[in-house]
T-cell receptor, first 114, second 111 residues
């Protein structure tokens, strides 16, 4: 069966510090991968999605970036965090064929920028 | 760009009462999905609707897709405390790869 792992689960970072969130998927190959952000009590904002290694599409211009160095690995980064970067970050994957195209989410990473 | 609006934002009900959340899209959707997020958890896929006027049921949950494929609803009959959470709709237009999520409806069920 397929599983998705996301870490760290919680982190508190000072303004201006770098960020790296990592996500890996197991049990499937060539998944579509996504990074979403959820502000407190709000909906899901798509940040990045990827259809293959090295292929990244950005939905919202910001100081965040994403990379996909391996087929089932997706990384969200920032060189300098802003207060507004606080939120709940969710990695997700979907099948490239078959199924409903539904998203399978990781457990999430809760980021607080102070 | 595509926008998906969802109402109400919050809903408090007494256990046993019914609950409905509504989703409206600015564009015609090829399909719509519903997700549930428990407090402190991550969204979990519930169902997908594809056909105009489609109705699907999962036990006490009834999902509808509008005739024009621009709106959808989720109705829960006789809510239970286990129904607590935020319900999101998410729509996809045309051949778009990504889903656009509604802002969600946070359901509180009072015992």
């Amino acid at each position: 069966s397929q599983t998705i792992h996301q870490w760290p689960a919680t982190l508190v970072q000072p303004v201006g510090s770098p960020l790296s969130l990592e996500c890996t998927v197991e049990g499937t190959s060539n998944p579509n991968l996504y990074w979403y952000r959820q502000a407190a009590g709000r909906g899901l904002q798509l940040l990045f999605y990827s259809v293959g290694i090295g292929q990244i599409s950005s939905e919202v211009p910001q100081n965040l970036s994403a990379s996909r160095p391996q087929d089932r690995q997706f990384i969200l980064s920032s060189k300098k965090l802003l207060l507004s970067d606080s939120g709940f970050y969710l990695c997700a994957w979907s099948r490239t064929s078959g199924g409903y195209g539904e998203l399978f989410f990781g457990e999430g990473s809760r980021l607080t920028v102070l | 760009g595509q926008q998906v609006m969802q109402i109400p934002q919050y809903q408090h009900v007494q256990e046993g009462e019914d609950f409905t959340t509504y989703c409206n899209s600015s564009t015609t959707l090829s399909n719509i999905q519903w997700y549930k997020q428990r407090p402190g958890g991550h969204p979990v896929f519930l169902i997908q609707l594809v056909k105009s006027g489609e109705v699907k049921k999962q036990k006490r949950l009834t999902f509808q897709f509008g005739e024009a494929k621009k709106n959808s609803s989720l109705h829960i009959t006789a809510t239970q405390t286990t129904d607590v959470g935020t319900y999101f709709c998410a729509g996809r237009s045309g051949s778009a790869r990504q889903l656009t999520f509604g802002s969600g409806t946070q359901l509180t069920v009072l015992p």
